[in-house]
């Protein structure tokens, strides 16, 4: 079974993070974000939110359409995790006693901490957010670049992976499903504003909270489409950060990065294709 662990054993809860545990979420927030996929100016920095409660939907006589919804970026061209993105678009959260939003437990309050969910073996269980949700019931995590129509599980959880702008953040329900049956959402994740051959890019901070100690190495990861160059393009701070310039494997790759120095690292990627040029970041603080 595929599952989202963000956190591994014997990390604490991440320092200056909003976690919301064991309470029902809200309804959503109607001042963030708008229902529907990004349009305008949001086209292509903005993500499209999906969340389909699969068999959540009526289950307990509660009904549970999906969502779709646009989670604009206020800061275009800025790095955002796939949490923020969650809230960004009015979207509750509701994360676990044990890990925080390192494992997401509810969305829009579902599963109630009070509804019966039929999980193979525990017809009755009750999902009480307090310890990683079991394999046979949980919210599993997809992505998808908007410039097809499918969907990716994602080998990142929400919390220290970035999403793509003009691309599609996926959260689907998985009640009693496995590794090849674990459903998608079911909306098709297309953006009409991302072409056929314009580049899409993400980076990511292989460490946790994306925060180390001074000494220690981590590594960034990147992913794209539709680019034929990829560039380490900045880091900022200039010093301190690294070893972070020059081309960089295409599609994807991964590279260690060991600061020298303390302080907030941002790392800035470039992707070039026939359908432009996009930049993205990803930032690291070291202690």
């Given at each position: 079974?595929?599952?989202?662990?963000?956190?591994?054993?014997?990390?604490?809860?991440?320092?200056?993070t909003?976690?919301a545990?064991?309470?029902?979420?809200?309804?959503?927030?109607?001042?963030?974000?708008?229902?529907?996929?990004?349009?305008?100016?949001?086209?292509?920095?903005?993500?499209?939110?999906?969340?389909?409660?699969?068999?959540?939907?009526?289950?307990?006589?509660?009904?549970?359409?999906?969502?779709?919804?646009?989670?604009?970026?206020?800061?275009?061209?800025?790095?955002?995790?796939?949490?923020?993105?969650l809230?960004?678009a009015?979207?509750?959260?509701?994360?676990?006693?044990?890990?925080g939003?390192g494992?997401?437990?509810?969305?829009?309050?579902?599963?109630?901490?009070?509804?019966?969910?039929?999980?193979?073996?525990?017809?009755?269980?009750?999902?009480?957010?307090?310890?990683?949700?079991p394999?046979?019931?949980?919210?599993s995590?997809?992505?998808?670049?908007?410039?097809?129509t499918?969907?990716?599980?994602?080998?990142?959880?929400?919390?220290?992976?970035?999403v793509?702008?003009?691309?599609?953040?996926g959260?689907?329900?998985?009640?009693n499903?496995?590794?090849?049956t674990n459903?998608?959402?079911?909306?098709?994740?297309?953006?009409?504003a991302?072409?056929?051959?314009?580049p899409?890019?993400?980076?990511?901070v292989?460490?946790?909270?994306?925060?180390?100690?001074?000494?220690?190495?981590?590594?960034?990861?990147?992913?794209?489409?539709?680019?034929?160059?990829?560039?380490?393009?900045?880091?900022?701070?200039?010093?301190?950060?690294?070893?972070?310039?020059g081309?960089?494997?295409?599609?994807?790759?991964?590279?260690?990065?060991?600061?020298?120095?303390?302080?907030?690292?941002?790392?800035?990627?470039k992707?070039t294709?026939?359908?432009?040029?996009?930049?993205?970041?990803?930032?690291?603080?070291?202690q």
């Amino acid at each position: 079974m595929r599952r989202i662990l963000t956190l591994l054993a014997g990390l604490t809860l991440l320092t200056g993070t909003a976690v919301a545990v064991g309470t029902p979420a809200a309804a959503i927030d109607p001042t963030k974000g708008y229902a529907g996929i990004c349009t305008g100016a949001d086209a292509l920095s903005g993500v499209t939110v999906v969340i389909d409660f699969q068999e959540l939907d009526g289950n307990g006589g509660t009904p549970a359409p999906t969502i779709t919804r646009c989670s604009p970026n206020a800061s275009p061209g800025t790095a955002r995790t796939g949490i923020k993105a969650l809230q960004d678009a009015g979207i509750a959260v509701t994360g676990v006693v044990q890990w925080g939003l390192g494992f997401v437990c509810r969305l829009e309050g579902r599963p109630s901490a009070t509804e019966n969910i039929p999980r193979t073996g525990n017809p009755t269980y009750k999902e009480q957010c307090v310890v990683t949700p079991p394999a046979q019931a949980y919210w599993s995590y997809w992505h998808a670049t908007g410039a097809g129509t499918t969907w990716t599980y994602s080998s990142y959880g929400a919390l220290n992976r970035n999403v793509v702008p003009g691309g599609f953040e996926g959260w689907s329900f998985s009640l009693n499903k496995t590794a090849t049956t674990n459903p998608p959402p079911g909306v098709t994740p297309t953006n009409p504003a991302v072409g056929p051959t314009n580049p899409t890019v993400s980076l990511s901070v292989n460490d946790l909270d994306r925060r180390i100690n001074l000494g220690q190495t981590t590594s960034l990861t990147w992913t794209s489409t539709n680019a034929t160059s990829i560039t380490a393009h900045a880091v900022s701070p200039a010093s301190g950060g690294g070893s972070w310039s020059g081309a960089k494997a295409v599609p994807g790759g991964t590279q260690n990065i060991t600061p020298t120095a303390v302080g907030v690292y941002t790392y800035t990627i470039k992707a070039t294709g026939t359908g432009g040029t996009v930049y993205t970041t990803a930032t690291l603080t070291v202690q």
